[in-house]
């Protein structure tokens, strides 16, 4: 176990110092616009996806009902794990510090540290949205050109996938609008929120801003501003790392979906024998997705 000693920051022993820096703003929570996030109670929570009836059939005169059924499909099972950070601190060191109290500089570092991991975790889903080795409930990564149902494959990836534009927005918007359920009937899909990289923040602004098409001499104007079609705007998120890949959220019921099991505790204790000070902070929590629906992305050229 590393401990913070008096030689860890030796000049807080001495006066002369102006000031010790290495602390900065915190990013808003990102996660929020991401996902949406339950409370649990439990070790674990499940998802079930049932699966409902194809389409009413004609029933002639006289002739029987058409019977259907409904299945069960799918389980995404979303397990709690803890994330936690501590610090030791030798007695010497708290009392010889000179400047703001070490223990309440640790409290500071930990707090961003456990910030900064929770908003890390959370994006880690959309950065592996691509990744076959990180599956949901149906065997799938997050975004494919292949996801399984009872009515066939479907997709909420292009089949060609495209860097950011207009028109490659406008092709995601269009594949969003004619999504399906499970049993192949068509749903009322609709974009919500456009997310990417800070990378793409300034085209993000023009296709979704510009009165008329954004980057031509044409005068025709831009659709996706006149139409609104994705209500609630961009959102640029620093610890998405894949600068070419963007994503359209949805209104899918349940789609990226995030439990709070325990929330952020700060507990500290002493060690008897070595008069050292123990703080720690830990936290329990899950980030996922229920139905890939939530999300159609694209993962650049």
């Known amino acids: 176990m590393s401990t913070i000693v008096t030689n860890t920051i030796p000049k807080s022993q001495r006066p002369g110092v102006n000031k010790f820096f290495g602390l900065y703003d915190k990013h808003r929570d990102f996660s929020k616009e991401m996902f949406d ?46 994330y936690g ?28 540290s456990m910030e900064t991991t929770k908003q890390t975790i959370a994006a880690n889903i ?3 949205a691509f990744d076959s080795n990180y599956l949901g409930g149906d ?36 594949l969003t609008k004619k999504g399906k359920d499970d049993a192949g009937n068509e749903i009322a899909l609709m974009p919500r929120k456009l997310i990417g990289s800070p990378d793409l923040e300034f085209d993000f602004c023009r296709v979704l801003k510009s009165v008329l098409q954004s980057g031509t001499a044409n005068n025709d104007i831009n659709a996706i501003n006149e139409m609104g079609v994705v209500p609630e705007g961009y959102m640029c998120n620093p610890f998405l790392t894949n600068t070419d890949d963007w994503f359209l959220r949805t209104d899918a019921m349940d789609g990226m979906k995030g439990f709070q099991r325990r929330k952020r505790e700060f507990t500290k204790d002493g060690d008897f024998t070595t008069e050292n000070g123990l703080y720690k902070f830990t936290e329990r929590y899950v980030y996922g997705w229920t139905d890939p629906r939530g999300i159609y992305g694209n993962p650049g050229a």
């Open 37 to 82: 996030m339950g409370t649990s109670s439990l070790g674990y929570e499940e998802d079930v996806l049932v699966s409902g009836s194809g389409l009413a059939t004609v029933k002639g005169e006289g002739d029987a009902v058409t019977f259907d059924s409904v299945s069960q499909g799918f389980i995404q099972r979303y397990s709690h794990a803890v």
């Open 85 to 112: 950070i501590g610090f030791a601190i030798t007695r010497e060191a708290v009392e010889d510090g000179k400047y703001l109290p070490i223990i309440e500089r640790v409290v500071k570092h930990g707090t961003k």
């Open 126 to 128: 959309y950065n592996r």
């Open 139 to 174: 065997s799938k990564e997050l975004c494919a050109t292949d996801h399984p149902s009872k009515a066939g494959t479907w997709q909420n990836e292009p089949t060609n996938s495209s860097d950011f534009s207009e028109a490659s927005l406008e092709e995601l918007v269009v």
